[in-house]
């Protein structure tokens, strides 16, 4: 199947990373999957949460928000009350990036991940995961050049991406209209090892079957492989950021 943009069936979008693009943070990258792009922050913050204290361990914490204008007919800000599903992409974020770090090598510092949509065409939360992971790894490369890591902690790379069913066809990497039309989505974080983070599977009409999942599945973690195969590459200098 050829899809409206000339990709195959199992083929992502154009994944690129723009490191450094701001200046205040210890990481940042704008991160594009195609038409939706999102700034991805890490900042350093000498201070953990309560349930840290005793622990001689760092932590990590997430916050993610769709800008105004990053839709069509601009969408509100969130102001007071958080959206809720703005809250469940936060706390995915943080779980995801937290299990491939060893908390132990930045005790009593925290990494304050930020990830904001400027943009978005499908695949947003999968973006600003596999965004703040470079950002993260670039927040680690400052704080080691300051001497205040006990160890590098970043043990894996980490990526997400999403596959799903449209029109009969089990697609890699599904922009906004594909998303829409789907009747089985799916996001899966995964790291460079192979080794599955966290699958987030839906049925939208009718309940799919198992082997169909499996396949998206085995889709999904081709995609990851992929990702986390160019964000090594950008880091060791094989890519132009």
């Known amino acids: 199947m050829k899809r409206f ?3 195959g069936a199992d083929q992502l979008r154009s994944v690129q990373f723009q490191r450094g693009f701001t200046e205040n943070a210890e990481g940042s990258v704008l991160v594009s999957f ?4 999102v700034l991805c922050t890490v ?6 949460p309560h349930f840290q204290q005793s622990k001689g361990e760092g ?6 928000a769709m800008l105004p204008g990053s839709v069509e007919g601009r969408k509100p800000r969130e102001v007071g009350r958080r959206d809720g599903r ?3 992409i936060q706390r995915l974020i943080g779980r995801s990036l937290r299990s491939i770090l060893d908390l132990s090598a930045f005790p009593n510092h925290t990494l304050h991940v930020d990830c904001d949509v400027l943009q978005a065409d499908g695949g947003t939360r999968c973006a600003a995961i596999t965004g703040a992971c470079m950002a993260l790894h670039d927040a680690l490369r400052t704080l080691s050049g300051r001497q205040q890591l006990r160890h590098w902690p970043m043990l894996d790379w980490l990526a997400a991406v999403s596959v799903g069913v449209v029109r009969d066809q089990e697609l890699l990497d599904l922009n906004y209209g594909e998303d829409f039309d789907a009747v089985v989505d799916m996001n899966v974080i ?3 090892g192979g080794r599955l983070v966290e699958v987030q599977a839906t049925a939208e009409g009718d309940p799919f079957p198992q082997d169909s999942f499996q396949r ?6 081709a995609g990851v492989a992929e990702i986390t195969e160019l964000q090594k590459q950008v880091v060791e200098g094989g890519l132009p950021v």
């Not at 998206?216 to 973690?221: K, S, W």
């Open 5 to 7: 943009d000339g990709r």
């Open 34 to 37: 195609g038409r939706t792009r």
């Open 43 to 48: 900042s350093a913050v000498s201070q953990v």
């Open 59 to 64: 932590w990590l914490t997430a916050e993610y």
């Open 86 to 88: 703005s809250v469940e």
């Open 190 to 192: 995964g790291t460079a």
């Open 216 to 221: 998206l599945l085995d889709l999904a973690m």
